[in-house]
């Protein structure tokens, strides 16, 4: 998934202050709400590190975040 497909899926998800998971390149891993979204990144309020910068080029996946049952 690339480009305006994440960018999309994002603003979904920050419009609806639903939690994610975001997977990057990397094998980086993020949880949390997004503050503020771009064409370029996203700000993400993460459970661990708090506010943090994620640019749409590292994301490999993003997806609702799925609560241990």
């Known amino acids: 998934m690339k ?5 999309m899926k994002g603003m979904f998800f ?3 202050r639903a ?7 990397d094998g980086r891993f993020y949880n949390g709400l997004i503050l503020e979204i771009s ?12 506010e943090t910068p994620v640019f749409f080029s ?10 241990n049952e």
């Open 19 to 25: 939690t994610i998971h975001i997977t990057c390149e």
């Open 58 to 67: 590292e994301i490999k996946n993003l997806e609702r975040f799925k609560e």
């Open 3 to 7: 480009g305006k497909e994440l960018f």
């Open 14 to 16: 920050f419009e609806k």
């Open 39 to 50: 064409e370029k990144l996203l700000i993400l309020q993460d459970k661990v590190l708090g």
